[in-house]
Nanobody
Framework: VQLQASGGGLVLAGGSLRLSCAAS????????MGWFRQAPGKEREFVAG????????HYADSMKGRFTISRDNAKNTVYLQMNGLKPEDTAVYYC?????????????????WGQGTQVTVSS
């Protein structure tokens, strides 16, 4: 199983990035997906989750209205569109897969993790 995250980079505050996570080795449509992030010296935290067929999404409160999670089951890929980025969004962003319907906010629920992609927001 491989989850390959990409799309990170350096961006100015207020800018946008779109992260992608390509999955292989799993039947993608059987898995809900989540994005998490980990800033230096902090614990990994939930960012957003999406159900198997994209009917349900949910977000951490600080991301609502700025971030959008989506998926394309035909491409085995989940996305995270990030707008209005702030310096406090700087972190390594990870995608994860959980066998089940919903992309829940609990780290320990997830079965597989990607390697992470660095997002740096400068002020």
């Amino acid at each position: 199983v491989q989850l390959q995250a990409s799309g990170g980079g350096l961006v100015l505050a207020g800018g946008s990035l779109r992260l992608s996570c390509a999955a292989s080795g799993i039947t993608f449509s059987r898995y809900a997906m989540g994005w998490f992030r980990q800033a230096p010296g902090k614990e990994r935290e939930f960012v957003a989750g999406i159900s198997r067929y994209a009917g349900t999404t949910h977000y951490a409160d600080s991301m609502k209205g700025r971030f959008t999670i989506s998926r394309d089951n035909a491409k085995n890929t989940v996305y995270l569109q990030m707008n209005g980025l702030k310096p406090e969004d700087t972190a390594v962003y990870y995608c994860a897969a959980v066998l089940g319907v919903y992309g829940v906010p609990r780290l320990d629920a997830y079965d597989f993790w990607g390697q992470g992609t660095q997002v740096t927001v400068s002020s």
